[in-house]
């Protein structure tokens, strides 16, 4: 598997909770009780394996990789992912600091959860979109197989640092329960 087809399967995951978490965001916006640890399991798949994670793996070995392979990060599309990272951060800080507790005394918490949400689920949709279409595309043409063979096995040492043995999997059972209860179909 190319190191690229990796991070795009991983889009596929966190596409998947990005609609979880909009189905929430529905039942805070239809004044039903939410599931609080449901909240709580999101916030840590976007804060672990979004973060820490997929972006980890883009930050500290693709995006070098595509610069020494030319493609510039000041001014180009490097540069505008690693914006659209850091705009992510502090969007889940937005939201961990406004974390509804299910009770109705805190919607207005929840409601500036749901508006930090919405927020960080319409940049992630286009982040990957951006990535999926443009900036993997070039990684693809610029790299030999070699070099996204050498990417993928970093990609996994660096997974087994960053969030530990077997929590990729964990995180993808999380997904398929979650995707159970809000009725999501699990690519």
Same mark, same amino acid.
């Given at each position: 598997m190319?190191a690229?087809q !990796?991070l795009k399967?991983?889009?596929?995951?966190i596409?998947?909770?990005?609609?979880?978490?909009d189905?929430i965001?529905?039942? %805070?916006?239809s004044d039903?009780?939410?599931n609080? !640890?449901h909240v709580e399991s999101?916030? =840590?798949?976007?804060r672990?394996?979004?973060?820490?994670c997929?972006?980890g793996k883009?930050e500290?070995?693709? +995006?070098?990789a595509?610069?020494s392979a *030319?493609?510039p990060?000041?001014g180009?599309? %490097?540069? @505008?992912?690693?914006i =659209?990272?850091?705009?992510?951060?502090?969007?889940i800080?937005?939201m961990?600091?406004?974390l509804?507790t299910g009770?109705?005394?805190?919607?207005?918490?929840a409601r500036? +959860?749901?508006?930090?949400?919405?927020?960080?689920?319409a940049?992630?949709?286009?982040h %990957? !979109?951006?990535e999926?279409q443009?900036l #993997? *595309?070039?990684?693809?043409a610029?790299l030999?197989? %070699?070099? @996204?063979d050498?990417? +993928?096995d970093e #990609? &996994?040492r660096?997974?087994?640092e960053?969030?530990?043995l077997?929590r990729?999997?964990e995180f993808h059972?999380l997904?398929? &329960?979650?995707?159970?209860i809000?009725n999501?179909?699990v690519?």
């Amino acid at each position: 598997m190319k190191a690229t087809q !990796q991070l795009k399967a991983e889009h596929e995951g966190i596409k998947l909770m990005l609609g979880i978490l909009d189905e929430i965001c529905g039942q %805070i916006g239809s004044d039903k009780a939410v599931n609080v !640890q449901h909240v709580e399991s999101i916030l =840590e798949f976007l804060r672990v394996f979004v973060d820490q994670c997929h972006h980890g793996k883009e930050e500290e070995i693709l +995006f070098p990789a595509l610069e020494s392979a *030319g493609i510039p990060k000041d001014g180009g599309p %490097i540069g @505008q992912m690693l914006i =659209e990272h850091e705009q992510g951060r502090q969007l889940i800080g937005e939201m961990t600091r406004n974390l509804p507790t299910g009770t109705k005394e805190e919607w207005a918490s929840a409601r500036r +959860f749901c508006e930090a949400s919405r927020k960080y689920m319409a940049l992630l949709t286009q982040h %990957i !979109q951006k990535e999926n279409q443009v900036l #993997f *595309g070039m990684a693809d043409a610029r790299l030999t197989e %070699i070099q @996204q063979d050498k990417l +993928f096995d970093e #990609f &996994e040492r660096l997974e087994e640092e960053k969030i530990g043995l077997g929590r990729h999997e964990e995180f993808h059972k999380l997904l398929d &329960e979650l995707a159970g209860i809000y009725n999501r179909a699990v690519g």
